[in-house]
């Protein structure tokens, strides 16, 4: 299995839900990260985990909540999101330490916030 | 990890090659050139990656100069459906270096 697996594939939200973007991958990979991109813009890392332990918060606001129950699955809860949170939601995952492979991307959660 | 600039848009014939140029004049000599792609509201597709030599696999080639401060991707003989945005990411590789940042890129639209 080459792949990462994101469900849903989209999803609507209002400003007062919570919900959870989830991310699955088999390839052995430790280290697994969520992007966000907004359209027309290229994808900005938000958190990265390593070994299921958080590595990177590129200063995310908390209504993100990023989590890494095992080493396949990597979840990230959203609660009391802003309109302007609506974006292409993307998981990708490598090696951990180091490494010179090419990430492996998920085709994405795309996410309204109304 | 070191910036890159490439060009906003480009067109090709489909059949045709299509050469993507990419110039990473501040690169460190540990650093990879790494390209990726992203169709249209898809994920990012990693391509290829090199450290000073070309490269060639079975989606594109990388030719990096001999300064490494540039290089070009070359897609031999491009289909529709290589329509996409191609980014071009200077990434050093060793000591558990995470970050992968993507720049603009070039839209790559290739013409029927």
């Known amino acids: 299995d080459t792949e990462v697996t994101q469900t849903p594939k989209h999803l609507v939200m209002g400003m007062t839900n919570k919900k959870s973007l989830k991310c699955e991958q088999h390839?052995?990979?430790?280290?697994m990260y969520w992007y966000k991109q907004k359209a027309k813009k290229p994808p900005e890392l938000m958190f990265v985990?390593?070994?299921?332990?958080?590595?990177i918060n590129e200063s995310v606001p908390s209504r993100f909540s990023p989590e890494c129950p095992n080493s396949s699955l990597l979840n990230l809860h959203l609660h009391a999101l802003q309109p302007e949170d609506s974006a292409l939601y993307l998981c990708?995952?490598?090696?951990?330490?180091?490494?010179?492979?090419?990430?492996?991307f998920g085709s994405g959660t795309r996410l309204t916030v109304v | 990890d070191a910036k890159t600039t490439q060009p906003p848009s480009m067109d090709c014939a489909e059949g045709r090659a299509a050469n993507l140029p990419c110039n990473h004049s501040?690169?460190?000599?540990?650093?990879?050139v790494y390209w990726y792609r992203q169709i249209h509201s898809q994920g990012p597709q990693y391509i290829i990656h090199?450290?000073?030599n070309n490269e060639t696999n079975e989606m594109a080639s990388l030719i990096i100069t001999e300064d490494r401060k540039s290089s070009t991707l070359i897609l031999p003989h491009a289909t529709l459906r290589d329509t996409a945005v191609y980014y071009c990411?200077?990434?050093?590789?060793?000591?558990?270096?995470?970050?992968?940042?993507f720049g603009k890129g070039t839209l790559l639209t290739v013409n029927p």
């Open positions: 501040t690169i460190s000599g540990n650093e990879y």
């Open positions: 390839m052995g990979h430790r280290a």
């Open positions: 990411i200077v990434r050093y590789s060793g000591g558990s270096n995470y970050k992968l940042t």
């Open positions: 090199g450290l000073k």
């Open positions: 985990y390593s070994y299921e332990k958080l590595s």
């Open positions: 990708a995952s490598t090696p951990a330490g180091t490494f010179v492979d090419g990430y492996t």
